[in-house]
């Protein structure tokens, strides 16, 4: 490579002796004193940075780079300049007086702006070409005819240690020397550009990242969803395949002696198959098999990119070739502990450089594989693991149902039948109920206020129920949280006081958990199975447990309604007394009648207070006296009246 006027990363750049003065004319007048200079750099390097910073979308913020630096420097061509290879590029963005050729759309060399390879510009800061220069070789010069290129200035556009690109500034109507000014405002633009670019390039691969992990977690969801083996390899081979872009995708299995075959596979093209009816594939690897598996074992991952550069021995190389594999990529797949098999991707077209993205993105497969074969090693198993995974939705649902529920229910009888009725139902269980202590008792009395119950078991409804032991031995562990899970009430060592009372209601296996208000205990909440004993299962214990915590919610949103309710009974009650004691003032005020007086009395006040009979008891001067008037309810009998004066001689009163 001839060489060109360039500055180095380090050594500073300096003009050549001898340059011409036909370089662009500097303002006439007297010189700007450094200070100003170094302002008015500063101002434009701000403006076009903001400029740049409003830019919508990469596309423009390319072009209003190269239109602010062309207005800036007022040259004839600034242009942007992206490498596609080693030694070639396009012109992305370009801005320029009228009448010169158009560069933007153009493929170009590398070696217009100076250097023939994008490495090479990776050590300069600076790179003048001036068609003048003797070095220029007669390629570079037909390329500066072509474009009218007197002189140029270009600086690297670096992201991520890697060159982007180039910016160049141009001036073809003469030639030009570029001031020191000049090239740092070029050198800040690159720099704010780089930025930008960088920005953009982040948020590409980021959103690649994302995409990747949703098509992952797409393969991934697909293989879950299957129910039997088969179908699970069906699709993970298929799924990865097409995700991998690959030329196979195998599933290989070891035997017990660390030998083993492919038992499942997806392949594109015309290449040889190692899976399908009749084809039974078994690779005996001697060094698996002495070693148990190898690096394998270890959870180590094998990546090659080329089978011929890899250092495999020669039977090896052999083996692949067979399978026609070019580069793969070998994660082992473990069961629990054990390594079960591997999960084989291969490039046969050729060779392939296997990224640390797909190197994981391989490795989360395998581990998301291993759980799924772990509940699935035969058809009952997946089956058994559909159902519970339905069953516990479904008990989410309910749950979610029943808090909803209680939120909106204030009639406490009515959400402890449903809800035990849609425990039962999903528990599928004999009876569900909701046992509540009476207050007081010290735990050892109580009654079921609420069940659902299967008809052929008698209801515990209202059925008074006494144990003498749960209080003094059970009160506290079940306050603090304690939950009873019997499979059998006749092996769980229970006191017999205990058996006794649950053989009245044909109890065979319960389940009991606590129910608590404020942290107390108020109940408890039953589940119990009649026929035969039962096992239960720790996501149904879950289940009833969330429950009981959402019964002692509603306890407690109860409780506080209750008290509002009586408090505005109250309020409401001591205003209509406060309205009925006006209005009997009022009467008796603009009354001159005492027998009016003393009935309004009488009668208002008895509405009033809510009684049977309300009185006036009028003292003789020895002190014993007479009702002389009264309000009775119908029925009662009367004290007094117009004809009748009921004498009442207290002896006390007397005294």
């Known amino acids: 490579m001839m060489s060109v006027y360039q500055t180095s990363k380090s050594e500073p750049n300096t003009p050549e002796k001898g340059k011409s003065s036909d370089s662009t004319p500097q303002p006439q007048g007297k010189e700007q004193e450094p200070e100003q200079q170094l302002i008015q750099l500063r101002q ?12 919508e979308n990469v596309e423009k913020l390319l072009q209003v780079s190269v239109d602010q630096l062309q207005e800036k420097l007022n040259c004839d061509r600034a242009l942007i300049y992206h490498f596609e290879t080693e030694n070639q590029g396009h012109v992305l963005a370009e801005a320029k007086n009228r009448g010169w050729t158009p560069t933007e759309g153009e493929t170009l060399p590398a070696t217009t702006f100076g250097f023939d390879s994008r490495q090479e510009y990776l050590d300069q800061t600076l790179v003048i070409v001036e068609k003048k220069q003797p070095q220029l070789t007669p390629y570079q010069q037909q390329l500066l005819e072509r474009f009218q290129i007197q002189s140029s200035a270009t600086v690297p556009i670096i992201i991520a240690n890697n060159l982007w690109g180039l910016l160049s500034v141009q001036q073809c109507e003469n030639s030009r020397q570029w001031s020191e000014s000049e090239k740092l405002l070029l050198e800040q633009i690159s720099i704010q550009l780089t930025l930008s670019l960088q920005q953009s390039e982040y948020q590409k691969q980021l959103q690649g990242i994302e995409a990747r992990e949703q098509a992952l977690a797409g393969v991934i969801e697909k293989v879950r969803r299957s129910l039997d083996q088969e179908t699970i390899f069906k699709n993970l081979t298929q799924e990865v395949r097409n995700f991998m872009n690959a030329d196979r995708v195998g599933v290989y299995r070891f035997d017990e002696n660390w030998s083993g075959e492919f038992i499942a596979e997806s392949v594109g093209g015309n290449w040889v198959k190692l899976v399908g009816p009749g084809i039974k594939t078994v690779w005996e690897d001697t060094h698996l098999q002495d070693t148990q598996g190898g690096r394998y074992r270890y959870h180590e991952v094998f990546a090659v990119d080329d089978i011929y550069k890899a250092g495999h021995s020669p039977c090896h190389v052999d083996i692949l070739e067979q399978f026609e594999v070019k580069a793969y990529l070998i994660v082992p797949i473990f069961v629990g502990e054990k390594l079960w098999g591997l999960l084989g991707v291969y490039q046969n077209a050729n060779p392939r450089h296997w990224t640390k993205q797909e190197v994981q993105e391989m490795e989360r497969v395998a581990s998301q594989l291993w759980e799924v074969l772990q509940q699935a090693d035969n058809l009952q198993q997946l089956k058994s693991s559909s159902e519970q995974l339905a069953q516990s939705a479904e008990r989410e649902r309910t ?3 029943i808090v909803d529920r209680i939120r909106r229910s204030l009639d406490l009888n009515n959400l402890f039948n449903t809800t035990a009725r849609e425990i039962r139902g999903q528990l599928k269980a004999d009876r569900v109920g909701v046992f509540r202590f009476y207050p007081g ?3 050892d009395d109580g009654e079921f206020v609420s069940e659902d119950v299967n008809s052929n078991y008698s209801s515990a409804v209202k059925a008074k129920i006494h144990d003498h032991c749960f209080g003094s031995d059970y009160a506290d562990k079940y306050e603090n949280g304690r939950i009873q899970a019997v499979s059998d009430i006749y092996n769980a060592g229970l006191q017999e006081c205990h058996i006794e009372v649950l053989s009245q209601f044909q109890v065979r296996a319960n389940l009991i958990v606590p129910i608590l208000r404020e942290n107390k205990l108020w109940g408890l909440l039953c589940v119990h199975q009649c026929a035969e004993p039962r096992e239960w299962q720790e996501n149904e214990i879950e289940f009833v447990k969330q429950i009981a915590a959402q019964f002692g919610v509603a306890l407690q949103q ?3 309604l209750e008290q509002i309710q009586t408090k505005s009974k109250q309020l409401a009650e001591s205003a209509e007394r406060e309205r009925t004691l006006t209005k009997v003032v009022d009467r008796i ?17 008895r509405q009033m207070i809510k009684t049977d009979r309300i009185a006036i008891y009028k003292f003789r001067p020895d002190y014993f006296g007479d ?9 009662e009998p009367k004290l007094a009246g117009p004809d009748r004066l009921t004498a009442w001689e207290d002896p006390y009163l007397n005294e």
Do not use: C, N, W
Not at 44 to 55: D, F, L, S, T
Not at 589 to 604: A, G, P
Not at 627 to 635: L, V
């Open 441 to 443: 008792s010290g735990f």
């Open 558 to 560: 109860t409780e506080y």
């Open 399 to 401: 749950t979610v149902k």
């Open 44 to 55: 434009q390097i701000v403006a076009i940075a903001h400029r740049m910073g409003q830019a």
């Open 589 to 605: 005020r603009k009354s001159f009648d005492l027998e009016t007086i003393f009935r309004t009395t009488t009668q208002e006040v």
């Open 627 to 635: 009702f002389i008037a009264e309000s009775e309810a119908p029925g």
